[in-house]
């Protein structure tokens, strides 16, 4: 009941909270998409920042803990693109989306509130890594099987750089490379600066976990639910599972970035997964409907990995 009441339901209940607004109305449409955008453009990336400035970093790159994260994720991919192929007879095209979907957590809008009203700045340092490579990874994994997919193989030459300069016009991947250029060159944020960073990062993660459930209004539970289901169990349950083995039995790591990285695992799909199925006109109701059920499930399924982990 402890973890309800101290972890769940803080941060789940706001985005109860926001869905249960926009669907009565009482938040517009406009106000969804101005509110995601504050977050994503200036409140995250400045909480980033400014935590990420004054974290101590390691001495050396923390290749086991990355290898738990990334190594469990590509084998899930691989393996969700299989199911999708062999078992719902999909397209590549198609299949690329769902593998996706089955190994794309949603790190920023629900990872970050989750991890640090669980560990606090404990869990910074493994956390912040997760949210500065996930999606380097992914899409990268992504837009190379879709677009082999569909024939456009002389596009893939590009796709490095072109992920690269995406990147880099991540709000969130710059306030995490500003933080980190203070925290090397030892800088102190200036004090009206960080008076500014503290307001703008004390409301990110109630406004975040408020747009995940303003946003999730606006998807609606359709098509074809089999493919939805499946990926709801692949994402909420063998995702996090597969983590905990990597972390827990294979590489050993300590039970704070074990439990970081089971729980950012353990996150529902990512909403991003929904815009690369319109993007390339596949997967798309599977798509939102996986996004939905699955933050729905997490619910339970998060309170019973923490459980699990034995976190108080």
Not at 126 to 131: A, D, G, R, Y
Not at 157 to 174: D, E, F, G, S
Not at 288 to 295: E, H, M, P
């Amino acid at each position: 009941m402890g973890i309800l009441i101290e972890i769940i339901m803080p941060v789940f209940g706001l985005v109860i909270l926001g869905y249960l607004a926009a669907r009565m109305g009482w938040f517009e449409e406009s106000g969804i998409k101005g509110l995601s955008s504050f977050v994503f453009n200036f409140a995250i990336p400045v909480m980033l920042f400014r935590t990420l400035a004054t974290t101590a970093l390691p001495q050396e790159m923390p290749w086991r803990f990355l290898g738990s994260y990334y190594l469990s994720g590509i084998a899930l991919f691989v393996a969700a693109m299989l199911l999708g192929r062999t078992v719902f007879h999909q397209q590549v095209k198609s299949a690329g989306i769902f593998a996706m979907a089955g190994a794309y957590s949603n790190v920023v809008l629900l990872g970050i509130p989750l991890i640090l009203t669980t560990f606090g700045n404990a869990a910074s340092l493994p956390l912040f890594m997760i949210v500065a490579t996930q999606a380097a990874v992914m899409f990268f994994a992504t837009t190379v099987v879709v677009e082999s997919a569909g024939g456009h193989v002389s596009r893939l030459r590009h796709l490095p750089w072109q992920t690269i300069v995406v990147l880099a016009r991540n709000p969130i991947i710059v306030g995490l490379l500003l933080g980190l250029v203070f925290n090397l060159l030892e800088l102190a944020i200036p004090s009206p600066i960080d008076a500014v960073a503290k307001s703008l990062g004390g409301a990110a993660l109630p406004c975040a976990v408020f747009s995940v459930g303003a946003s999730l209004s606006q998807y609606r539970v359709k098509g074809s639910l089999p493919e939805a289901l499946s990926l709801v169990a692949l994402k909420n349950v063998v995702h996090p599972v597969l983590v905990w083995i990597m972390a827990d039995r294979i590489f050993h790591l300590d039970a704070v970035w074990t439990a970081t990285a089971v729980l950012l695992a353990g996150t529902p799909v990512g909403v991003n997964v929904y815009l690369f199925a319109q993007r390339y006109g596949a997967l798309i109701a599977p798509a939102a409907a996986a996004v939905v059920l699955s933050t729905g499930t997490s619910i339970v399924t998060l309170s019973v990995i923490l459980y699990l982990l034995d976190v108080r």
